[in-house]
């Protein structure tokens, strides 16, 4: 009897461990969302140009879905060399290939490049910041054609969450006037991913 009220107790404090995982989740999301769509809203810090801001239609996202908050691998990749990064004006930018995340998506495993700006590392505030910039089957439909992004900050261990819930557009898929990074080639995805920013 004892065994049975262990296991019991047990698998319902699983249950409650799980169901705050996802509130917080959620709640991280909602606040990721509403931090984006302030930022686009308030006049001080806005990116958008005095044009655009006369058909901008607001910023968009697909429900929250918990299978697209995944548990990677990531993979250091020391010694690459720096290169310069296509943006959407032209530009070139200088990035460094840090890290690969490996994770499973609908029982398929999907390989994505981190990378880390060689410019914003001179800043110490940046100085742990990445970001996967990526297409996906969703790109160019649903989602601004120039790809999306997502921020990561260096993890402590050889496993990073990512939340593709939390996929941004850049900012020209709203405005001109930017220079943004264009996910190279082998970051695209050949399935949709139905999560964060959508138009």
Same mark, same amino acid.
């Given at each position: 009897?004892?065994?049975?009220?262990?296991?019991?107790?047990?698998?319902?404090?699983?249950?409650? @461990?799980?169901?705050?995982?996802?509130?917080?989740?959620?709640?991280?999301?909602?606040?990721?969302?509403? !931090?984006?769509? @302030?930022?686009?809203?308030?006049?001080? #810090?806005?990116? =958008?140009?005095?044009? &655009?801001?006369?058909?901008?239609?607001?910023?968009?996202? %697909? @429900?929250?879905?918990?299978?697209?908050?995944?548990?990677?691998?990531?993979?250091?990749?020391?010694?690459?060399? #720096?290169?310069?990064?296509?943006?959407?004006?032209?530009?070139?930018?200088?990035?460094?290939?840090?890290?690969?995340?490996?994770?499973?998506? +609908? !029982?398929?495993?999907?390989?994505?490049?981190?990378?880390?700006?060689?410019?914003? =590392?001179?800043?110490?505030? %940046?100085?742990?910041?990445?970001?996967?910039?990526?297409?996906?089957?969703?790109?160019?439909?649903?989602?601004?054609?120039?790809?999306?992004?997502?921020? =990561?900050?260096?993890?402590?261990? +050889?496993?990073?969450?990512?939340?593709?819930?939390?996929?941004?557009?850049?900012?020209?898929?709203?405005?001109?006037? %930017?220079?943004?990074?264009?996910?190279? &080639?082998?970051?695209?995805?050949?399935?949709?991913?139905?999560?964060?920013?959508?138009?």
């Amino acid at each position: 009897m004892k065994e049975f009220l262990f296991t019991v107790s047990f698998l319902f404090s699983v249950c409650i @461990s799980f169901a705050q995982t996802d509130t917080a989740l959620v709640n991280d999301t909602k606040r990721f969302q509403s !931090e984006l769509i @302030s930022e686009y809203q308030n006049p001080n #810090s806005s990116p =958008l140009s005095a044009k &655009a801001k006369k058909t901008f239609k607001g910023i968009h996202f %697909y @429900s929250f879905d918990e299978k697209y908050v995944l548990n990677a691998r990531f993979i250091r990749t020391p010694n690459e060399r #720096s290169f310069q990064m296509s943006t959407s004006s032209g530009m070139r930018k200088t990035y460094v290939k840090y890290a690969e995340v490996i994770f499973t998506l +609908d !029982e398929k495993e999907y390989k994505l490049n981190v990378y880390q700006s060689q410019d914003l =590392l001179q800043s110490a505030e %940046y100085k742990d910041y990445l970001f996967i910039p990526f297409t996906d089957a969703t790109s160019g439909n649903e989602t601004y054609e120039g790809g999306r992004y997502i921020d =990561l900050n260096i993890p402590q261990s +050889d496993h990073i969450l990512i939340n593709f819930n939390k996929a941004y557009h850049p900012y020209c898929a709203y405005t001109d006037g %930017y220079n943004c990074p264009i996910p190279p &080639a082998e970051n695209t995805l050949p399935v949709k991913v139905e999560a964060g920013v959508r138009f």
